[in-house]
């Protein structure tokens, strides 16, 4: 039933998860971005890969967006014959959020070429099963800055205010850190007191960027659930991180589970923070390259192009 495909598009936004205290629930879309399309034809599915895809395996049965865009479209009756293409400058293992954004662009496009219109809660559903927790998904899926909150085992998007006066810098070492790998060195269990102090600076944090208050943004992004566990797996994150400060940084963390690392900072001061942290980055291992930019928080989310 190929002949019921037709051609299309989808675009989604890269996404900085954790932000200091908000561990697992906040999430915000950055203006990286994937860009997946489908042309039908022939007698079978080729795979086009470009940008930080391009050295994928795309018949991997690892790859997130090929599995989510063939599952939707045979659960149709559709086998896809024709060409599928993606591109993107979202990182991979950096903590930008690519794998949400491969899924939720693999389920989008599978129900474009069906000419079926969006179904966000489906693929968010879709998203949050591969990682159980769905911060990244979700600002993806809506874009802007949200939370999500687990109640009555039902996870519930809740959009925050973000004030246009924060502006972000990124930087990331060449060497990714997988979220598996990232999770393995957590504890598993923390004090009580350790929970109050983190509830308290997530208050701070999400009242920060709400208000573009430079303090409570600070305080917010400190953290005793992960930052100190992820630090060792990231060479130079803790020097990288204080030359962010020194660069004029208002607060600075991992972003997501890494490699990356994120500040905040006062829009003119981006590419000066990011330069900075790369600086950094690039001599811990010796290279000169790293991957480093000002990003814009990106309010439109998944978009279905023409």
Partial sequence: MTERLRAAAVRLPSSTSNLG????TLGLALDRYLVASFEPGGNALECVWDGALANLEVNDSDNLLVGAFTRILN???SIPCGVLRA??????????GSSAAAVLAGY???RAVLNEPRDDEGAFVEAHRQDGHGENAAACLHGGLCAVVHYLNNPVIVPL???????FAYAAPLEGVSTRKARRVLPKEVGHDVAVRSLGRAT???QGFALGDPELIRIGVEDELHVPYRLPLIDSAEEAIAAGYEAGAWAVTISGAGSGIIAMCDLENTEAISDAMCIVLSRAVGESNCLGFSAAPDHEGLTRLS
């Fill in 21 to 24: 205290s908000g561990y697992d």
């Fill in 75 to 77: 659960q149709e009756g």
């Fill in 87 to 96: 591109t993107s400058d979202i990182p991979i293992s950096r903590g930008l």
């Fill in 108 to 110: 989008d496009l599978a």
């Fill in 161 to 167: 205010n973000l004030s246009s006066r924060v502006g």
């Fill in 204 to 206: 701070a944090l999400v």
